[in-house]
């Protein structure tokens, strides 16, 4: 077995160039299908909003023809643009609009002109509406083809609006196609289903002022005068299903907003749009409007290289296995070495732990032998006394390591001490306390300490049957607070002094639970108040 020979590392290498190879060929050929998906698709967007462009364009051209037909014979109006709208057909040869109408100007409180125009074209009385505080007006004289949903644009003053008014006012000046804002039509007053829409208007500049009706003229400063708009109206829905037709249902998804990008109105939507988006411009007079189109194609575009990416991962796998055996090889015997020093440290670890804690056992075990041969009258004494606070300590060891632990709870510790000295079920019962952990050397502390209190109790307190007796604890802040309270003793105990295991007990909850305690004994009552730090506050 040769571990480190040259041969295997050679193979390695081998093994982990032609995987990185073929995972390179596998990532160029995926970016470049993404990419030729993209192209493809941004190419069938700009085919899409070139034939809205187109459409729109359509429509200007339309109304070019009907304000030219307008100039060269306003009186003739109605049935002239009736007759050339109807050879023309816009309606088949470019649909999506609305119509198209005649906005006629008049003054201020002079719509009687207007009026009978509408009259001469529709045979009916027909008011100007509504009531509006602006010097002109701009009254809708004429909508063809005629519909009765249309009917209720007749006299509508466009002027009266304030988006209809801008962009009136820029084809006013400029002389070209403008097109309105985003605003409801209203002819969708009679519309089961309202859709937004817009309009797009062509001025029709005064001709010669002779003979002519100086209330039909609007003028304004800096502009020339003029006496008519000619406009067509549209209704986004329509005119996106005019226009692109079976075509959205090859579309995944594809919005239309009135503006620059995403921020601006949303006037047209369908289908769910997908992280792809294509974004394209559309010239609507002299606005642009935002087309964004998603065909949900991501299987589309990762199907060409999927089937050699799954060969290329297959061979870096294999690559990377190979690797593995190889380098498993060489782990082996060095993990091997490095287990046999670790259990090796382990075991000096075992044995240092092992003699140190001996130790801490004998020292505690001969202070023990100590304080209490100091208290005792004799050997019966003092083997009675040993042997109980022995036992304490035992059955603190044995908690952890019968519970196979590192903490052993505070209950468990007074509760088997109390037991022992002979408490009934009902009088345990009101021993309570939340649960309160403790590592060995705290175990041990208080197992010692609570052996001492039930041990003076038999011999002179409450669990001698002189008293009552109430033991407890609880968290108070960062800390833990065990009461030992007895009362209506036959007499007050004196504490004046402590004994050699009262001093012991004392030691041991200073140093190894790094806290205090307090003794305090009146009106034939003795408490006792051991505190120390939460050694897990967050419980």
Do not use: C
């Not at 060929?25 to 995926?30: I, K, R, V």
């Not at 209330?215 to 067509?232: L, Q, W």
């Not at 996106?240 to 907003?257: H, N, R, S, W």
């Amino acid at each position: 077995m040769r571990p480190n020979s040259w041969a295997d590392r050679l193979l390695a290498l081998l093994v982990r160039f032609v995987g990185l190879v073929i995972l390179l060929a596998t990532l160029a050929a995926a970016t470049a299908s993404f990419l030729y998906n993209q192209s493809e698709e941004a190419d069938r967007a700009a085919r899409v909003a070139a034939q809205v462009n187109m459409r729109l364009h359509d429509h200007v051209a339309v109304l070019k023809g009907v304000r030219a037909l307008y100039q060269s014979d306003a009186a003739a109006s109605g049935p002239g643009i009736r007759a050339y709208l109807a050879a023309l057909q816009p309606q088949v040869q470019a649909p999506g609009m609305e119509g198209v109408g005649i906005a006629a100007a008049m003054r201020a409180g002079t719509p009687a002109a207007l009026e009978a125009k509408l009259r001469e074209n529709y045979g009916r009385d027909i008011k100007v509406w509504p009531t509006t505080d602006q010097p002109i007006g701009f009254a809708v004289v004429l909508v063809e083809p005629y519909t009765p949903r249309r009917n209720a644009a007749l006299g509508f003053d466009m002027y009266s609006d304030p988006t209809r008014r801008a962009a009136m006012r820029r084809a006013w000046q400029t002389g070209q196609p403008a097109a309105s804002g985003i605003v409801y039509l209203a002819q969708e007053k009679a519309a089961k289903v309202k859709q937004p829409g817009f309009l797009i208007y062509l001025p029709v500049y005064a001709r010669s002022p002779a003979g002519t009706n100086p209330d039909t003229i609007a003028t304004a400063r800096g502009a020339r005068p003029i006496e008519a708009f000619v406009y067509a109206p549209f209704r986004t829905d329509d005119m996106m299903k005019a226009v692109l037709g079976a075509q959205l249902d090859t579309i995944d998804g594809i919005e239309i907003y009135a503006g620059k990008g995403p921020s601006a109105p949303l006037v047209f939507s369908k289908g769910t749009m997908g992280w792809d988006a294509q974004e394209q411009t559309l010239h609507v007079a002299d606005r642009q409007w935002t087309m964004r189109i998603s065909y949900g194609r991501l299987l589309e575009r990762l199907g060409r290289p999927f089937a050699i990416m799954i060969f290329g991962i297959a061979v870096a796998l294999l690559a990377t296995q190979l690797h593995l055996v190889q380098r498993r090889r060489i782990d082996a015997a060095q993990a091997l070495a490095e287990e046999k020093a670790r259990h090796a440290e382990d075991r000096e670890l075992m044995i240092g732990e092992m003699a140190h804690r001996m130790k801490n056992a004998f020292a505690r075990i001969g202070a023990l032998a100590r304080i209490t041969l100091r208290e005792s009258a004799s050997l019966e004494e003092f083997e009675a006394k040993f042997d109980g606070r022995m036992r304490a300590l035992s059955d603190a060891k044995q908690m952890l390591v019968t519970g196979a632990v590192d903490s052993v709870e505070l209950g468990q510790i007074v509760r088997r001490e109390l037991e022992l000295a002979g408490r009934s079920p009902e009088q345990m019962a009101a021993v309570t306390g939340p649960d309160v952990r403790l590592d060995d050397e705290g175990a041990q502390a208080l197992s010692l300490a609570i052996h001492e209190f039930v041990t003076n109790s038999i011999k002179y307190g409450a669990l001698a049957g002189h008293g009552d007796l109430a033991v407890g604890w609880r968290r108070n802040g960062s800390d833990i607070e065990l009461s030992w309270t007895e009362s209506n003793l036959p007499e007050t105990p004196r504490i004046e002094g402590e004994s050699f295991g009262t001093q012991f007990i004392r030691t041991l909850i200073e140093r190894q639970l790094k806290g205090s305690w307090q003794r305090s004994a009146a009106d034939h009552r003795l408490s006792i108040t051991i505190r120390w730090p939460d050694r897990d506050p967050g419980r």
